[in-house]
T-cell receptor, first 115, second 110 residues
Framework: SAVISQKPSRDICQRGTSLTIQCQVD?????MFWYRQQPGQSLTLIAT?????????ESGFVIDKFPISRPNLTFSTLTVSNMSPEDSSIYLC????????????FGQGTRLTVV | GENVEQHPSTLSVQEGDSAVIKCTYS??????FPWYKQELGKGPQLIID?????GEKKDQRIAVTLNKTAKHFSLHITETQPEDSAVYFC?????????FGSGTQLTVLP
């Protein structure tokens, strides 16, 4: 399995500001995924980040709001821009592993509160 | 796209009893079904998974069953312990994209 480290683990931010979340993996991986988990809810995929290309965003998520960087095969960042209280969520980084590339592993998450 | 429904949303059992969580999926192309356990303040942890060519898989106290015809799969936890208390998510994977169920809050009462 892969070990995934996310920073920060939690933050409280003022509305209108931006926060960048970092995700570091202990092995090289082709794809990294960013999820949002709203309070008491399930996980929703925000985007898929491939090294060397633009991230692919899911319906309802746009690059201007959630810009993603993927500078190398072990690191990615997600920025939550121009935050509002509705952005208060847990943001999770994930990678897939295993022979068939289907086993997903998650970081511990970043708990964001926007006030 | 895929749609995964999970029941129940909350489940309380006495320590030592069994717990069963059920999920249904809509996309017949889905071929991989993992289960995750999420403890408070932590990310989801993969606890068991099953592929579409297998009907049942067991790992110590946990087991997963899959009925492809009916498009449903279930998580079984036997001899529950207080440390099993957490939120459990099922998921279905089609073309390597995971769709998650809504989660089940399991509480094991001592």
């Amino acid at each position: 399995s892969a070990v995934i480290s996310q920073k920060p683990s939690r933050d409280i931010c003022q509305r209108g500001t931006s926060l960048t979340i970092q995700c570091q993996v202990d092995s090289q991986v082709t794809m990294m995924f960013w999820y949002r988990q709203q309070p008491g809810q399930s996980l929703t995929l925000i985007a898929t980040a491939n090294q060397g290309s633009e991230a692919t965003y899911e319906s309802g998520f746009v690059i201007d709001k959630f810009p993603i960087s993927r500078p190398n095969l072990t690191f990615s960042t997600l920025t939550v821009s121009n935050m509002s209280p509705e952005d208060s969520s847990i943001y999770l980084c994930s990678v897939v592993w295993g022979a068939e590339g289907t086993e997903a592993f998650f970081g511990q998450g970043t708990r964001l509160t926007v006030v | 796209g895929e749609n995964v429904e999970q029941h129940p949303s909350t489940l309380s059992v006495q320590e030592g009893d069994s717990a069963v969580i059920k999920c249904t999926y809509s996309d017949s192309a889905s071929n991989y079904f993992p289960w995750y356990k999420q403890e408070l303040g932590k990310g989801p942890q993969l606890i068991i998974d099953i592929r579409s060519n297998v009907g049942e898989k067991k790992d110590q106290r946990i087991a997963v069953t899959l009925n492809k015809t009916a498009k449903h799969f279930s998580l079984h936890i036997t001899e529950t312990q207080p440390e099993d208390s957490a939120v459990y998510f099922c998921a279905a994977s089609s073309a390597r994209q995971l769709t998650f169920g809504s989660g089940t809050q399991l509480t094991v009462l001592p």
